[in-house]
């Protein structure tokens, strides 16, 4: 039987040279004949308009467990409003979120912020822990978020509003936000460009990375080995 999927997006669906989702991810993941979770930091509308581009059901789970879509209902499990005075006491402190002016980034997100590599980061978790929020590297962006939400929470709301078995379902991720993730589901795979709590939190590290990685193992996972 095919198992259920949870997979991140940046670094897990993407190309090492520019970071675009991998073109070859579309085919395996429409036919396939289980529940597919896109698990992610993005905001909300990024990973909705993937699976409308793949040809897959929307399960989705965005900002870091902070939006939650089952496919009928959005759930927001977190409130903006401290996330927002971070950014916005980060700026007045003369830094920036890194975005520009229009900040796509952030423009969509409902339940936390996101600052780019390029910032400081500790001032930002400064900021973040006074207001009793936490920071997690992405490995795209620093995200400031409720340190009570996160992508395994959503996840297993996900699950039990599609009534698939999480012990029957295989992750693959890249980033220590995907960790908790990785702590709900049967089998949980990390990329070869995964960072080290990620690979410490996986079942099983791959030699190969990116879309690769995550390729070779739907192919695995498909083939029944």
């Known amino acids: 039987m095919t198992p259920p999927l949870v997979l991140d997006i940046d670094g897990t669906l993407t190309r ?10 579309f085919d395996p993941l429409r036919a396939w004949d289980a529940p597919v979770v896109l698990a992610t930091g993005k905001a909300f509308p990024y990973p909705v308009a993937l699976c409308h581009f793949a040809g897959i059901p929307e399960l989705v789970v965005a900002e870091n467990g902070g939006v939650v879509y089952t496919g009928e209902e959005v759930h927001f499990t977190a409130d903006p409003d401290a996330p927002r005075a971070v ?26 912020i996101a600052v780019e590599h390029s910032q400081p980061e500790t001032p930002l978790r400064e900021l973040a822990a006074e207001h009793g929020l936490e920071v997690i590297d992405s490995g795209y962006a620093y995200h400031v978020k409720d340190p009570a939400v996160d992508k395994g929470a959503g996840v297993e709301a ?7 078995d999480l012990a029957e379902t295989v992750a693959v991720g890249d980033s220590e936000n995907d960790a908790a993730t990785f702590e709900v589901v049967g089998h949980s795979v990390a990329v070869s460009n995964a960072d080290e709590v990620a690979k410490a939190a996986a079942d099983e590290v791959l030699e190969t990375a990116h879309a690769d990685g995550t390729l070779s193992v739907l192919e695995r996972v498909r083939d029944g080995s």
Not at 16 to 25: A, S
Not at 158 to 164: K, R, S
């Open 87 to 112: 950014a916005e006491a980060y700026e007045d402190a003369g830094y920036s979120l890194g975005w520009g002016p229009e900040d796509t980034v952030n423009r969509w997100r409902e339940t936390e």
């Open 158 to 164: 996900v699950a039990d509003a599609v009534g698939f």
């Open 16 to 25: 090492p040279d520019t970071w675009g989702i991998d073109p070859r991810i």
